[in-house]
């Protein structure tokens, strides 16, 4: 026999949740005594873990979401994605992890026969306990239920000793407490801090990036770990009125050979862009962007030099987007978030890249127009308004595991705007936790090389002589908390990010070794 019990929440939680409840205009916490439920007809939200270390382990976690959703299981939110050692049975290799939230209709036992029915549909068979296997599914969470049955137990029972587990299920999670559900979630872990303070007794952030596990990214048949250093992204324009250098890369040759010098410097990634986005720009044909991009990337997947480097596309064309993934882009980089293309979210989800969503407000014809330059607190709305389109990005099937955010300098800001989001960047982080840790430990890009705001400040009215500017700018925002940069002149900046770099591996050691 199962049982089903709504239990409830410690009075502090439930006093946010109610508070949340009230303000949204929802009904109050369900705080019926505690009963028997056999059957549920309305959708319930439930967490479910997943990990794999047999076979293409991101292959076998994207068959299973696909499956999940044909069984009723519809996803919400996604988890950062973890690599990790393996536990118990450690002779293994190691793990990749993830969580998603996700709704349904089924009921707690019905739920675990369609897991377990992915599970062997993705080749998993009986083996030793904690030992290998091409996919595991755990349900962590079901509603506001705890169940207890011969077969199923939820909460489930070791989530509180797992690293693993406690990550991505943190990830799933706001810093704030925003529904009656996450109150009783907070309420199982039996801590008076709720998941959060659990998470921090077990080692909280300072566990990641440690050997045991590390928050990783898949691209090019790899993981990246951009904890580690800051990735230097090389722009190559490819169009006859880029404000900086267009029209110098137009030949194959020329871009070849530009390619060739980013590389010799030390661009980690090279960005290829045929479609100006600089202000006023006027949006061209997807078939004449193509045929400025396609030569140029053909020429340069075939260079030894690249190997091992990513390619990037600046587009905001989703027909472009899939044709360059098709030959070989590693991913994508999108200045509208999705705005300017509404087939551009289910393209990238199809297409299974990494996707850059950047915040802008209109298109590059109205981008700096009166009303998109309107501010009240710009790191404020930049986290607000680039969280919502990542939201749609992430319900549209992209991952959190495969977005990274740029907060867009230079694009729908003033100098002084530009300004407050370069040395805000861990405000924008911070805003964006509220509602998604997951999407709030994204990388971040920046990409203010030779932007206007630098020629005025400076006094330099020519975009080529602001390169001092740049490098000042981009140490700025490393220190600040910037994953990537994007600039024009790789050299230089280089130096800037190796710099800063080992700032920040000081500092950390310093504090690791205060604690």
Excluded at 266 to 274: K, N, T, V
Excluded at 447 to 454: D, V
Excluded at 472 to 494: E, F, P, Q, Y
Aim: proline letters at 5%.
């Amino acid at each position: 026999m199962s049982t089903l019990k709504y239990l409830r929440a410690p009075r502090h939680l439930l006093f946010t949740a109610r508070k949340y409840l009230n303000a949204s205009g929802a009904s109050s916490l369900h705080t019926a005594p505690n009963c028997t439920v056999e059957i549920h007809s309305q959708e319930e939200e439930a967490v479910i873990a997943l990990g794999s270390n047999v076979g293409n382990r991101l292959h076998n976690f994207k068959e299973a979401l696909k499956l999940m959703k044909k069984s009723g299981i519809n996803i919400t939110r996604h988890a950062c994605l973890y690599e990790t050692a393996p536990a118990y049975v450690t002779d293994q290799p190691r793990f990749l992890n993830s969580a998603v939230r996700a709704v349904t209709k089924l009921g707690p036992h019905e739920l675990l026969a369609a897991l377990k029915k992915i599970e062997k549909d993705l080749g998993r068979t009986d083996g030793i306990r904690y030992g290998p296997r091409p996919i595991d599914l755990d349900i962590l969470f079901y509603g506001k239920c705890k169940v207890r049955s011969d077969i199923l137990t939820v909460p489930h029972e070791r989530i509180w000793e797992r690293p693993f587990v406690m990550a991505p299920l943190m990830d799933l999670l706001g810093s704030a407490i925003d529904s009656d559900t996450v109150a009783s979630w907070h309420s199982f872990s039996g801590h008076s801090g709720g998941l959060s303070g659990l998470w921090e007794k077990l080692g909280g952030e300072s566990l990641i990036g440690e050997e045991g596990m590390y928050r990783v990214m898949p691209v090019a048949n790899g993981l990246l770990d951009w904890s580690r250093r800051t990735y230097v992204m090389g722009v190559l324009n490819l169009t006859p009125d880029s404000f900086s250098d267009g029209g110098n890369f137009q030949s194959v040759k020329s871009a070849v050979s530009q390619v060739q010098l980013m590389i010799s410097e030390g661009a980690d990634i090279i960005d290829l862009g045929a479609q100006s986005t600089r202000p006023m720009a006027s949006r061209i044909s997807s078939e004449e962007e193509l045929d400025r991009l396609i030569p140029v990337l053909e020429a340069i997947t075939a260079m030894p030099e690249v190997e091992g480097k990513l390619i990037s596309v600046d587009t905001f064309n989703s027909e472009v987007a899939s044709e360059a993934v098709s030959r070989g882009a590693n991913f994508i980089n999108d200045v509208s978030a999705g705005q300017l293309d509404p087939n551009m979210f289910k393209v990238i989800a199809d297409l299974d890249v990494p996707y850059v969503a950047m915040h802008m407000r209109g298109d590059p014809s109205t981008m700096q127009t009166s009303e998109n330059l309107k501010y009240d607190d710009v790191c404020k709305e930049v986290s607000s308004e680039l969280y919502s389109r990542v939201r749609e990005a992430e319900l549209s099937g992209i991952p959190a595991w495969r977005v990274i955010i740029d907060p867009g300098i230079g694009f729908s800001k003033k100098t002084e705007d530009n300004l407050d989001v370069l040395t805000g960047l861990s405000n924008i982080r911070a805003d964006i936790a509220k509602r998604s840790l997951a999407i709030s430990h994204a990388p971040i890009l920046i990409g203010p090389s030779r932007k206007r705001f630098l020629g005025e400040i400076c006094s330099r009215p020519a975009a080529v002589e602001r390169d001092p500017a740049t490098i000042a700018s981009v140490t700025a925002g490393v220190l600040g908390g910037a994953n990537i940069v994007r600039v024009h002149n790789v050299k230089d900046n280089l130096d800037a990010v190796k710099f800063c770099d080992a700032i920040l591996r000081q500092k950390s050691s310093l504090m690791k070794f205060q604690q």
